[in-house]
């Protein structure tokens, strides 16, 4: 009933830059926290970048400073603009957000990911 559709990623070299989007849609009465994880081959899912409920916004080390996290409430749509590049980003990028239907019952969802690989 929810559906999440990430796009943006792709083939970059090392040091440039990528912009990957996340659009939610379907049966939406409030988005939650919403965000990016990323997994790459051998190693478990790790959060990346988030918005929180309360709209605080969290970073995993490895990347602050050079990601930064968006949103637009008008589209239910969150970004992520990848800066300086590294060759340990590559991964299998998804979007997750909890979503709230209009009995206020609130599920996890998941999108199908986009793979970013940065490499020369």
């Known amino acids: 009933q929810v559906q999440l559709v990430e796009s943006g990623g792709g083939l970059v070299q090392p040091g440039g830059s990528l912009r990957l989007s996340c659009a939610a849609s379907?049966?939406?009465?409030?988005?939650?926290?919403m965000g990016w994880y990323r997994q790459a081959p051998g190693k478990q899912r790790e959060l990346v970048a988030t918005?929180?409920?309360?709209?605080?916004?969290n970073y995993a080390d490895s990347v602050k400073g050079r990601f930064t996290i968006s949103r637009d409430n008008t589209k239910n749509t969150v970004y992520l603009q990848m800066n300086s590049l590294k060759p340990e980003d590559t991964a299998v990028y998804y979007c997750?957000?909890?979503?709230?239907?209009?009995?206020?019952?609130?599920?996890?969802?998941w999108g199908p990911g986009t793979q970013v690989t940065v490499s020369s």
């Open positions: 997750n957000a909890g979503i709230s239907d209009p009995y206020l019952r609130i599920d996890t969802y």
């Open positions: 918005f929180t409920s309360s709209g605080i916004t």
């Open positions: 379907g049966r939406i009465f409030r988005i939650n926290a």
